[in-house]
């Protein structure tokens, strides 16, 4: 019982990274990474812009310059910030500049948000090498920006695919998403 209590206290103290990415959809993004050995947690929400407290109507709508994005809260012993990077590019169609798939507008522009020098190398190579793979034949246009600040999304998107998996699923499919991953990646 003793061990089992140490046990118990190192991985209730045990810290977790943070990634951020903007890949469309959050509704989209979640599942993608949730499941990801490594992965203890993915939040939607809205970063890169310097509004306060946005709301899902005003970043939708453009009156902010946030985007939809995740945070994935991750295990580096087990998972790296590379490993997720790599993951996020087979998640998006990197060479749109107007959305991602049926959603369209800057909000839905993709990104990754680096938070240190570290992770914007990171991110910056993993782009140059998909770059020179030549899978696409238009150029690699996600940007790759310093956080600025994360804003966790309304209840309502936490989780919707599991809340609401009918939806969820009629909408991902209809999207386009599945498709073009399918196609690009296999």
Known sequence: MVAMDKKHKVDK??????????GGCFWCMEPAFANLEGVKNVLPGYCGGDELNPSYEDVTYGKTEHREAIEVQYDAVIVSYSHLVEHFWKQIDPTDNGGQ??????????????????EKKIAEASKRKLEKSKKFDKP?????IPLKK???AESFHQQFYKKNPTHYKAYEAGS???QFKKKVWG
Not at 13 to 22: D, I, V, W
């Open 150 to 152: 994360f804003w966790k």
């Open 140 to 144: 690699i246009v996600t940007e790759i």
């Open 13 to 22: 103290e045990h810290k977790l990274n943070k990634a951020y990415f903007a």
């Open 101 to 118: 798939f049926a959603d369209r507008g800057k909000s839905y522009n993709t990104a990754i948000f680096y938070q240190n020098d570290e």
């Open 176 to 178: 386009g998403r599945v």
